[in-house]
T-cell receptor, first 116, second 113 residues
Framework: AQSVTQLGSHVSVSEGALVLLRCNYS??????LFWYVQYPNQGLQLLLK??????LVKGINGFEAEFKKSETSFHLTKPSAHMSDAAEYFC??????????????FGTGTRLTIIP | DTAVSQTPKYLVTQMGNDKSIKCEQN?????MYWYKQDSKKFLKIMFS???????INETVPNRFSPKSPDKAHLNLHINSLELGDSAVYFC????????????FGPGTRLTVL
């Protein structure tokens, strides 16, 4: 079984400041990890994903995340926050279900607010 | 072109009614999903279909019945609606590869009065 913990349900940063959203996972098998973003009144959109290979993953809109197996973490960062980054961010872990297809387990989300 | 579409976008109804939400994807994906997002934004998978076959069925009341007429469509029918069913329901699709991305629809906000 797999699970995801997102520390901090709300994070506020000033425009231009570093964004750091925390995600820790638990998985009995090598995980595939994802960050999704949800803008107000919209569906989820993939920001980035880690499958295998390079542990530092770059995504859209200047976001990146680093997979650290020893810390079971997959924190999301962006060097300089922009007003348009205000949204809900979800970390998710994927593992093969009993039927052989994937099952995404989501964290509880972090609402990012950007202060002008 | 919209990749994953859902209708309706908003649904307001009375307790005890029966309602359906429709989902269509034009990505050629084999796998489709229904998720429920509650008022605290928590997302939980409800069902998954692969090529019209049910493959994931989480602990969901049997008042909820998914139907997949073909691999591009996955509908959700809800009988005897209850207050606790109020939520945003998202449809998603993927290639079915557990390493891959899921593409989400815009959501259907269901309000049960």
């Amino acid at each position: 079984a797999q699970s995801v913990t997102q520390l901090g349900s709300h994070v506020s940063v000033s425009e231009g400041a570093l964004v750091l959203l925390r995600c820790n996972y638990s998985s009995s098998v090598p995980p595939y990890l994802f960050w999704y973003v949800q803008y107000p009144n919209q569906g989820l959109q993939l920001l980035l994903k880690y499958t295998t290979g390079a542990t530092l993953v770059k995504g859209i809109n200047g976001f990146e995340a680093e997979f650290k197996k020893s810390e079971t973490s997959f924190h999301l960062t962006k060097p300089s926050a922009h007003m348009s980054d205000a949204a809900e961010y979800f970390c998710a872990v994927s593992a093969r279900s009993n039927f052989g297809n994937e099952k995404l387990t989501f964290g509880t989300g972090t609402r990012l607010t950007i202060i002008p | 072109d919209t990749a994953v579409s859902q209708t309706p976008k908003y649904l307001v109804t009375q307790m005890g009614n029966d309602k359906s939400i429709k989902c269509e994807q034009n990505l050629g994906h084999d796998t489709m999903y229904w998720y429920k997002q509650d008022s605290k934004k928590f997302l939980k998978i409800m069902f998954s279909y692969n090529n019209k076959e049910l493959i994931i069925n989480e602990t969901v009341p049997n008042r909820f019945s998914p139907k997949s007429p073909d691999k591009a469509h996955l509908n959700l029918h809800i009988n005897s609606l209850e207050l606790g069913d109020s939520a945003v329901y998202f449809c998603a699709s993927s290639r079915g590869d557990w390493r891959g991305e899921q593409f989400f629809g815009p959501g259907t906000r269901l309000t049960v009065l």
